[in-house]
């Protein structure tokens, strides 16, 4: 089974306005965090956002929030007043505890490029 | 901190040469992570260290990759025989252990295999 899923292979959205992406996860570890990155067309991966499986309330860092709806195992990422350098692939990705198999590694889902247009 | 370094930015061999990918993780960072990303495939884990030993190889394609990390601030990912599917960004990134942030990528090899 997929442990991250992003439906949307592309989104379009005008500038200043707000966007939603897509993430839902699979995990049945109670511990486990959630993250966001960017790859703008130069290829870099930039980290944007974490939501750790007990934070109380949803992460936010200057225009990116993550709708973490627990119950739902969704990961929303929440891009608010779009820029056109927000043009880039946006991808979600789940780290579960540091133990057995699954040590410190990061899952990723496929990506969602958001285009920005003026 | 310089991040994660990451050598060569690109390269161009011919199939059947040997390829070598370089990458240096921040220091202190105790896990460190080879990702490959193809249009087909998206984003591939490879191999990762935890303090310089291999915990998971399985998602080497095959014999002709190998990996190693000989201390704690260098890791190889060697390509020998290329071929061209193997054609690719790969990805080095690092992170310390439990480290919520931690996880923090190189720039990437762009590798073309012709």
């Known amino acids: 089974a997929q442990k991250i899923t992003q439906t949307q292979p592309g989104m379009f959205v005008q500038e200043k306005e707000a966007v939603t992406l897509d993430c839902t996860y699979d995990?049945?570890?109670?511990?486990?965090?959630l993250f966001w990155y960017k790859q703008p067309s130069s290829g870099e991966m930039i980290f944007l956002i974490y939501q750790g499986s007990y934070d109380q309330q949803n992460a936010t860092e200057g225009r990116y929030s993550l709708n973490f709806q627990k119950a739902r195992k969704s990961a929303n990422l929440v891009i608010s007043a779009s820029q056109l350098g927000d043009s880039a692939m946006y991808f979600c990705?789940?780290?579960?505890?540091?133990?057995?198999?699954?040590?410190?590694?990061?899952?990723f889902g496929r990506g969602t490029q958001l285009t920005v247009w003026p | 901190d310089a991040g994660v370094i990451q050598s060569p930015r690109h390269e161009v061999t011919e199939m059947g040469q040997e390829v070598t990918l370089r990458c240096k993780p921040i220091s202190g960072h105790d896990y460190l992570f080879w990702y490959r990303q193809t249009m087909m495939r998206g984003l591939e884990l490879l191999i990762y260290?935890?303090?310089?030993?291999?915990?998971?190889d399985s998602g080497m394609p095959e014999d002709r990759f190998s990996a190693k990390m000989p201390n704690a601030s260098f890791s190889t990912l060697k390509i020998q025989p290329s071929e061209p599917r193997d054609s690719a960004v790969y990805f080095c990134?690092?992170?310390?252990?439990?480290?919520?942030?931690?996880?923090?990528f190189g720039s990437g090899t762009r590798l073309t295999v012709v």
């Open positions: 995990t049945s570890d109670p511990s486990y965090g």
């Open positions: 260290f935890n303090n310089n030993v291999p915990i998971d």
């Open positions: 990705a789940m780290r579960e505890a540091d133990r057995g198999s699954t040590l410190g590694r990061l899952y």
């Open positions: 990134a690092s992170r310390a252990q439990g480290g919520a942030y931690g996880y923090t």
